[in-house]
Structures are given as structure tokens and as C-alpha cells.
């Protein structure tokens, strides 16, 4: 079993920044996928960015070049760096965890078995 707690969610003006953590506990993996997604009321979760644990990294077309993953493995942490936030990007950010994924899989929510409660994001127009 696997335990993730995400921070850094708040509220923020458009344009403004925040860096989202998520810390990883329990039973973890050698191998490991670590991805943020999103969710809206009325909209289905969606996929931000991710990481494995060979240092690949993965971002949705929609926010390349406006965030940045990256990890701290003695801390089991994964951090999302977003800039240039938008009144768009408000959601629920979730961070989920599981074994070696592939490429394609690793963008997939199906594909992953361990999910943090969720923080809060709000950009304010």
C-alpha cells in the first residue's frame, strides 16, 4: 500500500504561480510512475504531467511550457512548478502513483492505483 499527500494548492491571480508537492509513503516501488491530474465538476479527470522513475517526464498539450515536474527520490516527493496560471486551470489537482508504466500508459488516470486526496487550485481573472 501506498500513501500520497498533496500540498501547495491556495489561491492565486491569473498569471501568478504555485508549486504543487506530493509525498509518497508505505510500500513504494523501485520502479514507479508519479503523474498530476485534474478534475472540474462536470468534467471528466484530466491528464497534466508525469514522471518515472528513470527521470522521463510527460506534460499534457495544454500546459507545456507553463509547468515543470520533477522529484526528490530520498524524499519520495514529486513536485509540479505551474507559472502563468490561468482562471482555466482551476481544479482539484490530484496526484496518483503506480508500478513502471509506459509511455502511452503513464498519461492514462486508469492506469494508476494510488490517488491522494486532492488540493485545491483557484486563479482568480
Known amino acids: 500500500q501506498v500513501q500520497l499527500v498533496e500540498s501547495g494548492g491556495g489561491l492565486v491571480q491569473a498569471g501568478g504561480s504555485l508549486r504543487l508537492s506530493c509525498a509518497a509513503s508505505?510500500?513504494?516501488?523501485?520502479?514507479?510512475?508519479m503523474g498530476w491530474f485534474r478534475q472540474t465538476p462536470g468534467k471528466e479527470r484530466e491528464f497534466v504531467s508525469a514522471?518515472?522513475?528513470?527521470?522521463?517526464?510527460y506534460y499534457a498539450d495544454a500546459m507545456k511550457g507553463r509547468v515543470l515536474i520533477s522529484r526528490d527520490n530520498a524524499k519520495n516527493t514529486v513536485y509540479l512548478q505551474m507559472n502563468s496560471l490561468k482562471p482555466e486551470d482551476t481544479a482539484v489537482y490530484y496526484c496518483?502513483?503506480?508500478?513502471?508504466?509506459?509511455?502511452?500508459?503513464?498519461?492514462?488516470?486508469?492506469?494508476?492505483?494510488?490517488w491522494g486526496r486532492g488540493t485545491q487550485v483557484t486563479v482568480s481573472s
Open positions: 496518483a502513483y503506480a508500478a513502471a508504466l509506459s509511455a502511452y500508459d503513464i498519461t492514462n488516470m486508469r492506469n494508476y492505483e494510488y
Open positions: 514522471i518515472n522513475w528513470n527521470g522521463n517526464i
Open positions: 508505505g510500500r513504494t516501488f523501485r520502479s514507479f510512475a
